[in-house]
Structures are given as structure tokens and as C-alpha cells.
């Protein structure tokens, strides 16, 4: 057992529902022996599309059928252009699997999982799976993202029992999806200084575990980004690695902290705001990427301030009343649904200016600290942006057709559509947002 392994295995033990996870290149005959020790069921259910079918799916099929073991006839979704991600898919699957009692193998990367993880929670079963590319981070992750009344929303459901990753399979997919994986991995440099920050600053205590499980291989997991462009399978072990370990972080720490800050706040508000290029929707790890790009430049911005000058009092004062509050979320967001989401989160961390004034001390008194430690784990952003280019992710906000007057509003605007407390609230009680954005030189 190497280092990677042992991680793994303390991973698992801290982990709320995955009980084992392969990741090489050629493992998929393992799956039954997986099956039988981490899933046992009378029958089995193949859910793929019709990529992941010709991908794994199908010899999948074939090694239970040779091992003996019942599987019924799989269900191979078809969507124009793709299959959706929405919840009504996942109710008809849930009646499927009721109507077969199988335990089901989602063969397939986040679409195809989520459905059948929202699926599997309705039917009352777990379920295993089996990726065919390393595109997001949502493989060992409790809830799915999916669609309802257009509308997409996190639904609360389990994580898969098993997980066999076959990096051959994964090989396979096209090359972009493995640069959206990268992004996705990306955004943790980000998401672990936002943690460091809203524990320094007493908001939200750090998880020694979680946060190690993801932050202390990053740089590693991270290191090869042309090999992931080019399938390089120690690349895409490494990029696997991280993309699930993040997953086993979450279930560890019962939510989405250790794997989602700042950058992924950039990335949810593109994609409730149906970003696209060409008519193509922009995927969820090019805009964590670019989200990640975003922050490492405010961040960068930060530490070359002054905190020792800063006035608690002063600034503390400035913070906006509750009305003034809520005029600002309603003028930031011109879609209804948007603006009323936006409030219900922005609401639930607001706080008065002796809370602000408090943290504000606690950050002048501990920035020599929070200063050295962000110095040490956050790499220069010019260098991230290459990594991403090298691994075939976008790499600015042009590239996702977003101007440079949205990308600079984005800054306030993504600080209001989550509860959670990142760096964007620290510059915002510093009074410092705008002047990081207009400095940064993030926004070209
Ligand atoms: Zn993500």
C-alpha cells in the first residue's frame, strides 16, 4: 500500500457512505468482486447514455452476465442534444428501479450520475458507479444538481457505495471534459483560503480532517495538466484522485466546505445564468476554473495590503442596514427567481457592524499568520492560468463570453447568492471589493 492508498483508506473510514473506491487503468473487471463485497443485491440495473453504453457500459453488461449475476435490461437514456440532467428523469428511473427492486450502476460522468444517485434515494436503494470521464468532483459527493421547473437545485441524497474507476475507460472521453475536471480541482486552492479566512476570522471553525484529505495532495493531484490534456494516465490517476477524494471530503464533513468556496460562487452564478458559448452551455468546471482565477487575483491583491493600517471602527460602521441590504441583492439581480434566492442566502449571514468590527480585529491581529499561510498554499495566479491552458480549460472570462463589465460586477454579485463566508466577505467588510477588483488586474 503506497501514501496514495493510505489516504484513501483513511478517507473511506471518515467517509458517510462510499465503502470502497478503485482507481486504475484497466480495473473494470473488477467491478463484480466490488459488487458483491460493497454492493450486494439479488439484481442489478445499468443506467448510461448512449457514449457511456459503447464506453463501459456494455462490457459491464457482459462481465455480470458472465459472473452470473442478474442484471435486468439497462436503461440507456437519450436526450437531444444529451441527456438532461432534470428531476422528472430521475422520478421515472426511481419507478424503474421500485418496479425491479435492482440496485443500480450509473456507467456514465455527472449527468448520469446525479440522476441516478437522486434515483436511487427515491427508490430507497444505494448504487454504485462507474465514471467515464474526470469532469467534476460530484462522483463520491452527497446531493445532485438536477433541473426542476427549470430551475436547477441541489437535492439532498447518498453518495454511491462503490466507485470503479477505470482510467482507460476515462481515457476515452473527450479531452475537454478532462480540462472541466481540472477546473474543478482548481477551485480548491481557492476553497481552502476561504476556509483558513472564515476560521482565522472566527465564522466557521476549520475541519483538520476534511481540509487535509483535500488540500494536502492538491499540488500534486494538480501537477501534470498537459498529461490530463493528452489522457496521460498517471495524470488522470492524479486528477481522479482529487476529483474524488473531494467527494469523501464533503461526506467526512457533512457538506460542501472542504470542496466549494468563492470560486465555485462565480461558478453558480454563470450557470443559474445559463452562460454559453456558441449556444453551447458553458460546463460546471470551466467556471469553477475561471472562478478560481478570479479570487487567486483578489487574493494576490489582498496580500499585498497594508492590514496594520486598517480601522476596525471605522469600517464596521459602514456596514449596510438590513434594507439597504436587501436594495442592493434586488438591484443586483434581474431575474426574480435569482434575486429571491439571492436574499434568502445573503439574509442568513448577514450581521450587524459589532460582528464586522470584531472580525475586522481578528483579522489585523492575526494577518501575519493567515498572511504566511495563504503565501504558502496558493500558487501565483499567472501560473494557474497557464496549468489551466495546458490542460485544454478555459482561462479567462472571454472564454466563457463573459465582458469585463460583468466579470467585474460578478465579484458583489457572487458574494450574495451563497450563505457561505468566503475571502469576497472579507473585502467587502474591508470596503476593499472594488478597489481589488479595479487593481487586481483579474478583469482585462
Ligand atoms: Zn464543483
Redesign the pocket.
Known sequence: MDGQDRHFSAALRAASTTRDVRIAAGNLGALPAVLLQAAPAQRYLIVADAHTWTAAGVRVAVMLAATGMAAGDPVVLTGQPRVKASAETARDLATVLKSTAALPIAVGSGVINDLVKYAAELADTSYVSVPTAAS???YAASGAALREGGFKRTFACAAPVAIVADLDVIATAPAAMAGWGYG?LM?KLVAGADWIMADALGVEALNPGPFAMVQDNLAAWLGNPSGVRQGDRAALDGLMRGLIM?GLAMQAHGNSRP??GSD?QF?HLWEMEEIAVGGVPVS??AC?GVGCLSMLAAYEWLLRQDLSRIAPAELAARTPSPDALRAEVMASFPLPFMAANAWIETEAKAVGPTVVEERLKALQKNWPRISARLRQSLPAVETVRRWLDEAGAPSSAAALGISSTKHAQDYARARLIRRRFTGLDVLHDLGWLGAAVAQSGAVT
Open positions: 467534476m468532483d460530484g474543478d477551485g473531494a470542496a466549494s465555485h461558478a460546471h468546471g469553477v
